[in-house]
């Protein structure tokens, strides 16, 4: 149980495009997801909280205009990266709770961005 | 607001003895710790969950303790494997609402 699924896994776009990422759960009801981002050998970077049917709570540093994340519904979140740039290439990863009091984050397999 | 420390040094051992990891954090003790294994070009996933009245936590090789006067959990892979190696995270509650506070986590190495 548990398993949260992201989609594409990779995608490479050019610069000033926009590019959607999509996180679903899909065998669970997450009122809750969490969007991070990796560098290389870094650790995870949480960017937003995202509860369904409110908007996202984005942590200090990360741009809301830029990164725009819906939670339309109980199982989907979409991170959406405008008018990307090659310096928002980076791993992004989601993550979804199941309503636990212990707060376990169950995440995607993570989606890599290239821009060029 | 809470801070998560690992050793960001990898850690190298042979296969068949026992790895430990070490998780500290510097302020409240958090109600449960966890830790995530993460392989490269992967997302976290979750292995154990210890809460803060308990000392220990087992699960098929995997043990994991909570020390909350040394503010300290330990993470222990016994008879480790190559496929054991891999990234290990401990993260805490304490982040603000569901939210969980990660450390960098240490790369583990185990060599044939």
């Known amino acids: 149980g548990a398993v949260v699924s992201q989609h594409p896994s990779r995608v490479i776009c050019k610069s000033g495009t926009s590019v959607k990422i999509e996180c679903r759960s899909l065998?669970?009801?997450?009122?809750?997801m969490f969007w991070y981002r990796q560098f290389p050998k870094q650790s995870l970077m949480l960017m937003a909280t995202?509860?369904?049917?409110?908007?996202?709570?984005?942590e200090q540093g990360v741009e809301k205009d830029k990164f725009l994340i819906n939670h339309a519904s109980l199982t989907l979140s979409t991170l959406t990266v405008t008018s990307a740039h090659p310096e928002d290439s980076s791993f992004y990863i989601c993550s979804a709770i199941t309503g636990e009091p212990t707060d376990t984050q169950y995440f995607g397999p993570g989606t890599r961005l290239t821009v060029l | 607001s809470q801070k998560i420390e690992q050793n960001s040094e990898a850690l190298n051992i042979q296969e068949g003895k026992t790895a430990t990891l070490t998780c500290n954090y510097t302020n409240y003790s958090p109600a449960y710790l966890q830790w995530y294994r993460q392989d490269p070009g992967r997302g976290p996933v979750f292995l154990l969950l210890i809460r803060e009245n308990e000392k220990e936590k087992r699960k098929e090789r995997l043990k994991v303790t909570f020390d909350t006067t040394l503010k300290q959990s330990l993470f222990h892979i016994t008879a480790s494997q190559p496929a054991d190696s891999a990234t290990y995270l401990c993260?805490?509650?304490?982040?603000?609402?569901?939210?969980?506070?990660f450390g960098t986590g240490t790369q583990l190495k185990v060599e044939l």
């Open positions: 065998d669970f009801q997450a009122t809750t």
């Open positions: 993260a805490t509650t304490g982040g603000g609402g569901n939210k969980l506070t």
């Open positions: 995202s509860n369904e049917g409110s908007k996202a709570t984005y």
